[in-house]
């Protein structure tokens, strides 16, 4: 089955200041996709970014951008000048490629940027 | 325009009663979702419909019945609610076959058991 790890429970760091999340996978399969969600204290689940295993390059959404290493099965998210808005919990998550429709989330990280 | 809305937004009720939380979504979408979030924030899937047929059952208890009358909708009953039934409900959607079926989150059903 697939798992995906986070090993930081919890994070912080001080605003525009840079930090990454570390999230690493197991899978058997070599078509799928990851995906980094936001959970502000809203609850609503915000989409940061999103990679697809065949790319070998990296995803970037302005500030956010991942380190994607698919023989290491591993994807970091990097918060570049991090803002307060940015406090929050981060999951990451794997989907197949294949007709499995569910996402395989990680436990979430913690962050709390601070001021 | 709330792309993926669910309703109530949060619930209280005992234990034993019987409860539906209703979740519609309008980005045109064939496959729905429920997640349950569980109090240390973890987010495991429970159903998946495509079409209104259902795809995913995650060894959920039979007390969750899931109904889809339609591609844009997707409803949770429980019937005879139990403590650890508390949790917050998710319901997403997704376009089969579309980016890794990237799903869109509703708010969240924050439901209470007492």
């Known amino acids: 089955a697939q798992t995906v790890t986070q090993s930081q429970p919890e994070m912080s760091v001080q605003e525009a200041e840079t930090v990454t999340l570390s999230c690493t996978y197991d899978?058997?399969?070599?078509?799928?996709?990851l995906f980094w969600y936001k959970q502000p204290p809203s609850r609503q689940m915000i989409l940061v970014i999103r990679q697809e295993a065949y790319k070998q390059q990296n995803a970037t959404e302005n500030r956010f951008s991942v380190n994607f290493q698919k023989a290491a099965k591993s994807f970091s998210l990097k918060i570049s000048d991090s803002q307060l808005g940015d406090t929050a919990m981060y999951f990451c998550?794997?989907?197949?490629?294949?007709?499995?429709?569910?996402?395989?989330f990680g436990k979430g990280t913690l962050l709390t940027v601070n001021p | 325009d709330t792309a993926v809305s669910q309703t109530p937004k949060y619930l209280v009720t005992q234990m034993g009663n019987d409860k539906s939380i209703k979740c519609e979504q309008n980005?045109?979408?064939?496959?729905m979702y429920w997640y349950k979030q569980d109090s240390k924030k973890f987010l495991k899937i429970m159903f998946s419909y495509n079409n209104k047929e259902l795809i995913i059952n995650e060894t959920v208890p039979n007390r969750f019945s899931p109904k889809s009358p339609d591609k844009a909708h997707l409803n949770l009953h429980i019937n005879s609610l139990e403590l650890g039934d508390s949790a917050v409900y998710f319901c997403?959607?997704?376009?089969?076959?579309?980016?890794?079926?990237?799903?869109?989150f509703g708010p969240g059903t924050r439901l209470t058991v007492l």
């Open positions: 998550a794997w989907a197949s490629g294949g007709s499995n429709y569910k996402l395989t």
């Open positions: 980005l045109g979408h064939d496959t």
């Open positions: 899978t058997s399969e070599s078509n799928y996709y």
């Open positions: 997403a959607s997704s376009q089969a076959g579309a980016w890794g079926n990237e799903q869109f």
